[in-house]
């Protein structure tokens, strides 16, 4: 018996399971952007992906909308993938484990994919469906979302006809969004100059950030949550400051797109200076612990002996990683002056993983300007080019544009009043700062009405990610209603 069998809708809660038993990080969704084209092809639809495996299907339109403007619908098929400490899961090639906790799916120990594996969920049910009553549909899943955007980004949006848009890519059930930011990715590439550790720094010790709470690099960003790898830095600052240390084995978070819960490094350390070291470590420790507890998180500095390495930074590089990395901008960056209480820009440090030649930082800044967002990225150029040693910055994936509010939009006012009819309440129109796809498809496809229907869901991109499965019965006659409006 499956997990979802006793929930409503089954229609939808059946097909998120099926995509739950399928691992689909981003950069690992062929799996199951093919059983969504087999799912398609044994219905008598066409369906293809491209290359990038975002998925394409088409349904004619039924229920006397047959020849009704097309509608395209949208979701993506990728999802951050993290666990708790201590769960064993290799998310390349083990679906995910679901959890039912009264109103509350959730996974064991692991992100859910609930984003947006459920906006997924309804349009295959749309897709499945003999007596909905919907225009022709064109359903698009892209690929790598979480990851900059890059499926949406390369996507050909002249195999699409249609002229209207409903994404599902959204977080909560009482608004429907109507606009949101935009935002670019950057890498940072810090040179290690590695050579072999000092026979004198001849103890070993591991250090490792722990307890954060981590979660969403758009949602989460004005909770002022600790950030693992700036948490690090700081520390080996402090560390490099007043003592002859070598640091390699750096790494944090996990993914660009989620505020990084942990981080680590290696220091090799001078026998007689590691209790110093430890000593400083935990007054740090019971530092950030007091900057931050308000903030929902317990950082915990974890300092152990660990094996000697084969090799590490250069002193001058490990200072010039640890100075670089402080500084490099994070969380909110400005507040809107058009919408009070809303975020204008924000960046997420969100990985520190090694490279050949030294480490990698990967970040992403979020704004509703794109002027904005650009702004912050030569801040961090500049920084670059002071810091010296061959760090480089560079653009990753696309530059995802803001999707403006579009006030007259046909498509948004037949939703409203689909969701007053069905709901029994007045929807919240949302502009929000995070950044969708949503941009991209407005600027590729130019008259494109777009909306977001969404569901409730929490903590997204961290191990505590759930959905209220009540509130996905509550959404699917919404979604029906709005469909079967569009004539």
């Not at 919907?134 to 996507?155: D, I, N, Q, R, S």
């Not at 579009?406 to 007053?420: F, I, M, P, W």
Request: charged share 20%; with cysteine.
């Amino acid at each position: 018996m499956a997990v979802l069998d006793a929930l409503e809708p089954q229609e939808v809660l059946g097909y998120f399971e099926k995509l739950c038993s399928y691992p689909r990080g981003s950069e690992n969704e062929k799996q199951v952007a093919d059983w969504v084209v087999a799912f398609a092809q044994e219905r008598g639809l066409e369906a293809f992906q491209d290359d990038r495996h975002c998925v394409v299907v088409r349904k004619p339109g039924q229920g006397g909308l047959e020849n009704a403007p097309g509608l395209i619908l949208h979701g993506h098929l990728d999802m951050v993938c993290a666990k708790n400490e201590g769960v064993e899961i290799d998310f390349a090639t083990e679906p995910i484990t679901l959890v039912v906790d009264g109103d509350f799916i959730k996974a064991d120990g692991t992100s859910l994919g609930a984003d947006n594996g459920i906006g997924c969920s309804y349009i295959l049910a749309l897709l499945a469906s003999t007596d909905i009553p919907h225009p022709p549909l064109e359903a698009v899943m892209t690929a790598m979302e979480e990851k900059g955007k890059v499926g949406a980004g390369h996507f050909d949006t002249s195999v699409l006809t249609g002229t209207r848009m409903i994404d599902f890519n959204w977080i909560t059930d009482h608004e429907i969004l109507a606009g949101c930011s935009g935002d670019v990715t950057f890498l940072v590439d810090v040179p290690g100059e590695f050579e072999p550790v000092p026979a004198e720094l001849s103890a070993t010790r591991s250090l490792k950030v722990r307890g954060l709470m981590g979660g969403h690099c758009e949602f989460d960003i004005h909770l002022e949550r600790a950030n693992a790898i700036l948490v690090l830095a700081r520390v080996l600052n402090a560390v490099l400051a007043a003592y002859d240390v070598r640091i390699s084995g750096l790494t944090g978070g996990t993914q660009n797109s989620a505020i990084p819960a942990d981080a680590e490094a290696v220091l090799s350390i001078r026998p007689e200076d590691v209790a110093g070291v430890q000593t400083l470590v935990a007054e740090l420790g019971r530092t950030l612990h007091g900057e931050y507890q308000r903030a929902g998180d317990t950082i915990r500095l974890e300092f152990e002996e660990a094996g000697a390495p084969d090799r590490a930074f250069a002193k001058a590089a490990g200072e010039r990683f640890a100075r670089l990395t402080a500084l490099i901008p994070n969380g909110v960056l400005s507040w809107s002056l058009l919408t009070p209480g809303v975020v204008e820009s924000s960046n997420n440090l969100g990985t520190l993983r090694p490279t050949e030649d030294g480490v990698r930082l990967a970040s992403t800044i979020t704004a509703q300007v794109t002027s904005r967002k650009h702004e912050i990225l030569d801040r961090v150029r500049v920084l670059a080019a002071l810091a010296g040693g061959g760090v480089t910055v560079e653009q990753y994936g696309l530059d995802a544009p803001e999707f403006p509010y579009q006030e007259n939009s046909v498509l948004l006012k037949t939703a409203a009043d689909a969701y007053r009819d069905v709901i029994g309440a007045e929807p919240d129109i949302h502009v929000s700062q995070c950044s969708l796809e949503l941009g991209m498809f407005s600027r590729k496809i130019p008259g494109l009405e777009i909306i977001s229907i969404g569901t409730e869901l929490h903590a997204l991109h961290s191990p505590l990610e759930s959905v209220n499965h009540t509130s996905v019965a509550k959404v699917w006659p919404l979604v029906k209603e709005v469909v079967g409006r569009l004539s």
